[in-house]
């Protein structure tokens, strides 16, 4: 009894809403906004006509010569339209929140899209769904949905879910759902492919609409398809095949987006001929775009400035897509319609000025405010926390001769290009993450056409799996790393550690007031000051944006004379005892010299792989424009990095006194050009190689065996220097020729 007497409330409501209308509608009642002196777009008749047009409940009531109304807004010598319709659109193709992307269209006059779910799908499975549709509830902006038809969009995808009928069947009930979307698996229905066709059956069964995505099938192909129940397609780049499936009796969507732009090629369709079978939509829609293009609105624009009657444009862009999915109180500016408007300045320049959603003002030319809705703890956490993979290596990254992708600008269709054998002028190397489940799986290849020239980008927002894809250039990293105020920085606290460890009762001390200083201290004394020499080279490189390579050359130069003039160009010896057995001592049958080398070793190799700032490290040395955009605060760390390499410096020079027995202007020389043979044998690369602390290890013990059998054989000097040049020169040499083979 009171379920009837809930449905009888429900109808009495209903009706006493209809009665006001119809006395709003005969001006017997003032309507809730009135639209005075509006020129607007009629759909039906293809003209503009003149008139005051009434909205009550959010619907229009009328347009006559005068109504009067509870708010009155003065649109003389404007355009009013019906409110703009995205045909097909992903909404996470824009970056940001359903709310945002709100706030972003409806200032362009877009008041109604058709979202393909299937982004979010292919990471989070239904529970992508799920949020999608509590985050577009009530939203001053329509969304529809049309379920995602495709999830993984072929069989060999890695992505995180895979949606069956089963699970996408019951969401065909929601009011929101207008159909399948996008049925790219265009060779599954081909062949019949069962878990495709009960899709397409189902979507059938409820009655729904189901959206195309065949780019360039015909004929015989295109017959099959459609056979199949595709009503529509928005993979059009040639007015011939959009010509072929539109007299076969396709609806195109004529896409114009961020990825894509086909509108240019589709223009002959903007006609009588054949427009009343078309609508716009964006498929993919970056911010960027959104807020200095606009959307729907861009199109429109476009499409006029390209020659199309602008009329026209406005049902292509409100009223055939409407149509199309059926939604009867859209699309256009008459009684009984949804009062969904959008108030241009006039017919060629398309400026929006005002939009209107269910007779409510929501852009007036400020900032729309939209408050989020609120969303279910449980669907929200369903859709975090998505990235599962491992640390990829630079190994990983290192291809030789792989296939060749050629992109066609403004096209999402690609070219064949043969294979490559590395990066040259306008290629460049591409690589995917799978990121859903573990798997380390990482896949590499190379892209012409992409136009970077320098450092690389990154996204997770990628049709359709959303692995992860990174696509850049390497450049030599070896100028970047080399300091050459390495040796001179050493050999000055080799000097500054003798002048604070001669004993004391030495005949010959430098500085005779010097106290009695422990070791530990006067190693802290020298790292303290060779890291003030390290911020200097940090702070002219990082902020005065002098070249390493200039700024280093100058720092050798300053240090040396510096060196000169505290020991009078004097050797320094008659060091302490405790002093001279940090070098000669041991632990048992371990030298201390192998102890601070496995210290130093494993300190970096923690730094490098286990902290952040290693990471900016890494990225910093592989390309430091990209490190910036990617939010490393460059600056800071290269002062880091080079304060590091003084104290290291320090630790060096303090060890090879201790080690040599003697210091003079001379300790170090040369230790920097050591320093560059020994990273390329250790991996750091001229082709994009960082290399790693064993690497780096392996090549510093390579690079002094050499001049210890030297030594041994009894070769004499001037020849080891020889030999170590020479060294220098072929492994520089030889990894620069891998590069050079690769261009």
């Not at 777009?41 to 619907?59: P, Y």
């Not at 406005?314 to 108030?343: C, E, M, Q, T, W």
């Not at 720092?555 to 008659?574: K, V």
Request: charge should be negative.
């Amino acid at each position: 009894m009171s379920e009837v007497k809930t449905r009888a409330e429900r109808i009495a409501l209903k009706v006493r809403r209809k009665q006001r209308l119809v006395r709003v509608a005969l001006g017997g009642e003032k309507a809730d906004v009135v639209l005075k002196n509006a020129d607007y777009v009629n759909v039906f008749s293809g003209t503009i006509e003149h008139g005051d047009i009434a909205v009550a409940n959010g619907l229009v009531v009328g347009m006559a010569d005068h109504y009067d109304g509870l708010m009155e807004v003065d649109v003389s010598g404007k355009i009013v339209a019906p409110g703009f319709i995205d045909a097909h659109i992903h909404l996470e193709s824009s970056l940001v929140s359903p709310t945002s992307f709100a706030r972003a269209v409806l200032p362009h006059g877009t008041t109604t899209v058709i979202t393909d779910p299937h982004e979010i799908a292919n990471v989070c499975g239904m529970g992508g769904i799920d949020y999608m549709m509590a985050a577009t509830e009530n939203l001053p902006l329509d969304v529809h949905f049309m379920l995602p038809s495709c999830v993984p969009a072929m069989a060999f995808e890695e992505n995180g879910a895979t949606l069956t009928w089963r699970d996408i069947n019951a969401y065909f009930d929601h009011p929101r759902v207008l159909g399948l979307a996008e049925m790219m698996n265009y060779p599954g229905v081909m062949m019949g492919d069962r878990a495709t066709m009960e899709k397409i059956v189902v979507s059938q069964a409820h009655h729904k609409k189901i959206d195309g995505h065949a780019p360039g099938l015909s004929s015989k192909a295109l017959n099959a398809y459609m056979s199949a129940g595709v009503y529509s397609d928005h993979e059009c780049d040639t007015i011939d095949n959009a010509l072929e499936k539109l007299r076969k009796g396709q609806f195109i969507m004529i896409r114009d987006g961020t990825a894509a732009q086909n509108l240019e090629a589709l223009m002959p369709l903007l006609t009588e001929q054949y427009a009343h079978r078309c609508m716009f939509c964006t498929d993919d829609k970056h911010p960027y775009d959104l807020l200095h293009k606009g959307h729907i609105d861009y199109i429109v624009r476009k499409a006029i400035a390209l020659g199309a009657d602008p009329i026209l444009t406005i049902k292509v862009a409100s009223h055939y897509a409407a149509r199309y999915f059926l939604l009867n109180n859209k699309g256009a500016i008459a009684p009984g319609y949804l009062a969904d408007f959008v108030v241009l300045d006039n017919l060629h320049d398309v400026n929006v000025e005002m939009v209107f959603k269910r007779g409510k003002l929501v852009y007036d030319g400020h900032e729309v405010e939209i408050a989020a809705p609120d969303i279910d703890p449980d669907i929200l956490a369903g859709v975090l926390d998505t990235f599962h993979l491992p640390d990829v290596t630079p190994e990983q990254l290192r291809i030789g001769v792989a296939p060749l992708i050629g992109l066609i600008d403004g096209q999402i269709v690609t070219e064949d290009l043969g294979h490559a054998e590395g990066i040259d002028d306008g290629i460049c190397q591409m690589t995917v993450c799978e990121r859903h489940h573990d798997t380390g799986h990482v896949a590499s290849c190379y892209v012409r056409g992409y136009g970077i020239q320098r450092g690389a980008v990154a996204t997770s927002i990628a049709h359709d799996s959303h692995n992860i894809i990174a696509c850049g250039v390497s450049g030599c990293l070896i100028t970047k790393g080399t300091d050459l105020s390495a040796g001179r920085a050493v050999g000055l606290a080799a000097c500054l550690s003798a002048m604070m460890l001669q004993s004391m009762d030495y005949a010959a001390r430098m500085f005779p007031w010097m106290p009695d200083i422990p070791w530990p201290v006067a190693l802290i004394i020298v790292m303290a000051v060779m890291g003030g020499f390290g911020a200097i080279n940090g702070v002219v490189i990082a902020m005065l944006k002098v070249p390493p390579f200039i700024a280093t050359l100058g720092m050798q130069t300053i240090i040396y004379g510096l060196c000169s003039l505290i020991t009078d160009n004097q050797p320094m010896g008659g060091y302490k005892k405790s002093y001279l057995k940090v070098a000669s001592g041991s632990v048992g049958p371990i030298p201390y010299l192998l102890i601070f080398a496995i210290v130093v070793g494993a300190f970096f190799w923690f730094l490098y792989n286990k902290t952040r700032h290693g990471k900016y490290m890494y990225a910093i040395g592989g390309n430091e424009s990209a490190a910036q955009v990617a939010g490393v605060n460059v600056t800071a760390s290269l002062i880091r990095i080079y304060v590091l390499a003084g104290c290291m410096y320090a630790l060096a020079g303090f060890l090879v006194g201790a080690k040599a027995g003697g210091a003079s202007t001379a300790t170090g020389m040369g230790y920097e050009l050591e320093a560059i043979a020994a990273c390329t044998i250790g991996g750091v690369s001229a082709n994009g190689g960082v290399g790693s602390v064993g690497g780096i290890l392996v090549g510093v013990l390579v690079f002094e065996i050499l001049k210890i059998c030297l030594q041994f054989l009894g070769v004499d000097p001037a020849y080891t220097y020889i030999a170590q040049g020479l060294v220098i020169i072929v492994a520089v040499a030889l990894d620069l020729r891998k590069y050079l083979a690769k261009k």
